[in-house]
């Protein structure tokens, strides 16, 4: 059956952009003006500029792909999402909150997953406030990837049984507002995509009286041969300083102008 479409209900409306495999209508459009929060729709655009701008090993994964695969994904169906992310090495994907498939979800979050390494990172502008359905839908996306299919594609994640899955509840850019969450998960994409791509990684150094059921942990960054700790990280400083309030406004403008942009070219 594959993923439907939430816009399908605004069929009978003409699209105002498209962008590879999203687009946009002007109720769409509009959630970029004032202090609106962003839909699933405004979440896939973003990507997609990002993904236009950047070469990158990354898949960013469409938030309706994302809730197919938590709810709706059959057997059959695996190879169809493994075709999808192709070669990617990481997923990035669009945490938004909901806990069952009739509940649409009241805050974004972003989740950066390893395939080759097993790891999830997951990064909350509410202080963890989506942590519970980043694991649910870590464990969803590693179902489908540890499959018999998976294999057949020749992509071997680690073979360890869980996934490792850590929160940057206290180090992410926290929001001021109860509106910003779309715009702060898009902006630390852009800043979490291009510090990877510069070869740089992130590791893990676990505090082992952290753990728990899910795996939920902190965690200290690595730089190829350096340590940051804690705080006092100049990556964790970047990091807090990739999303503010005056950057989300300047995104907001940035969307407008390239929707009209591409208006005028179609």
């Known amino acids: 059956m594959g993923p439907q479409n939430s816009s399908c209900l605004l069929s009978g409306m003409s699209k105002v952009v498209t962008l590879g495999e999203s687009y946009l209508y002007q109720e769409d459009v509009d959630l970029f003006q004032g202090k609106n929060w962003l839909n699933g729709a405004c979440i896939h655009f973003g990507f997609c500029l990002q993904e236009e701008d950047e070469d990158l090993n990354i898949h960013f994964l469409d938030p309706v792909v994302m809730s197919w695969v938590r709810w709706q994904i059959d057997e059959s169906e695996y190879n ?12 990035f994907i669009p945490i938004n909150g909901a806990m069952s498939q009739e509940d649409f979800g009241n805050h974004w979050s972003l989740l950066c997953y390893s395939i080759g390494k097993n790891m999830a990172f997951h990064f909350d502008s509410a202080r963890g406030f989506n942590n519970a359905a980043a694991v649910d839908t870590l464990k969803a996306i590693t179902k489908v990837l540890k499959s018999n299919n998976m294999k057949a594609h020749n992509k071997q994640a680690e073979s360890k049984q869980e996934s ?67 705080n006092d990280s100049v990556w964790l400083k970047d990091l807090r300083e990739s999303a503010t309030p005056e950057k989300a406004t300047q995104y907001r403008l940035y969307v407008l102008e390239e929707v009209n942009n591409r208006k005028k070219i179609k």
């Open 164 to 230: 490792s899955f850590y929160s940057f509840s206290d180090s992410c850019p926290q929001q001021i507002d109860g509106f910003n969450c779309g715009i702060y998960t898009l902006l630390v994409s852009r800043w979490i995509s291009q510090y990877i791509m510069s070869g740089k990684s992130i590791k893990d150094d676990k505090d082992d009286n952290d753990d728990n059921d899910d795996n939920v942990t902190n965690i200290k960054i690595t730089e190829p041969l350096q340590f940051y700790k804690g």
């Open 80 to 91: 169809d999402f493994i075709d999808l992310i192709g070669s990617k090495d990481w997923l």
